[in-house]
């Protein structure tokens, strides 16, 4: 399925790279088949993913981590993990589900061909965590059944790569129609909505140069009283906590995946000093960034 190349500190890097002869740029299994075929021990091993992920458990319940964070999941959760993010399937052993692999290259390219752009699906749409009923879960498992079932058909490389691409965007977009319509029953209105997400979007940009609501109030042409107001009806959290969020997030990042000094990830991250750093990270995580990175030696 992958190769691992291993990394200095606890956390291996995971590039997409099935085993030859396969040709296609998205592979689909079973948990059960990935837990038959990899030692337990390295089911276990915290991964740095070069590629998307979509899980989707249909039956049991388990834990996974995302980011450090758990997240509790159960018969019907789906969950979207992007390049870049950390992640680790848990130590639960009485679940199964699917997962779909695939490489970024897979994505129609945005460009500036109007028509290409009406193609091109934006992944930042579909959510990260998404709960679905019984039906939504069979329709699921159909459409993944269906995808399998297709790479088996006799065919050219190309045609049957353009297929399964067109059959997962059909997919992933009726998970985020299903994901707005379980919105609409939430007080968030359009724009509030809308606002949220370019924020969020200029946070992914900017994290490491701008740490100050007023500065993404200013390029959102709003007050800030309003982007914190849409903050708290998206994600529950002001604007500031978010934007601290993502930065504690990055400094975690740095610590576990390279050997940076603290004073080099403090000046990655826009911190004018070490020591602002330090108390910083210190507020938001409960420790030390020093003790932070001894804990996941």
Known sequence: MVRISKQKINIERLKYQPVLPYPYDVE????????????KERMSVTYRYEFYMLICVTQGECIQWVDFEPISCSTG????????????????????????????????????????????????????????????????????????????????????????RYQLYAFVTWLSILHKCKRMNETIDSQTSLRFISFQKLVE????????????????????????????????????????????????????????????????LNFKEATHFSKFFKRETGCTPAEFRQQHL
């Open 77 to 164: 959760t789906f969950l979207a993990i992007s390049p870049g993010q950390v992640h680790n399937f848990g130590h639960d052993e009485n679940w199964d589900g699917w997962i779909i692999l695939f490489r970024s290259e897979f994505l129609i390219p945005n460009t500036s061909t109007l028509n290409e752009l009406k193609l091109a699906f934006d992944f930042g749409r579909l959510p990260s965590i998404l709960n679905l009923n019984h039906n939504e879960l069979r329709r699921s498992i159909a459409s993944i059944e269906q995808m399998i079932e297709d790479l088996l058909i006799e065919g050219t490389e190309e045609d049957i790569h353009m297929l399964l």
């Open 28 to 39: 689909i299994f079973r948990v059960s088949d990935l837990k038959q075929r990899t030692p």
């Open 205 to 268: 940009k900017y994290f490491a140069k701008l740490s100050h609501v007023s500065e993404y109030a200013t390029r959102l042409n709003c007050t800030e009283k309003t982007l914190t107001r849409a903050t708290m009806a998206a994600v529950g959290i002001s604007a500031k906590a978010f934007i601290s969020a993502r930065i504690n997030l990055e400094a975690k990042r740095l610590l576990m995946h390279t050997d940076y000094s603290i004073s080099d990830i403090a000046e990655k």
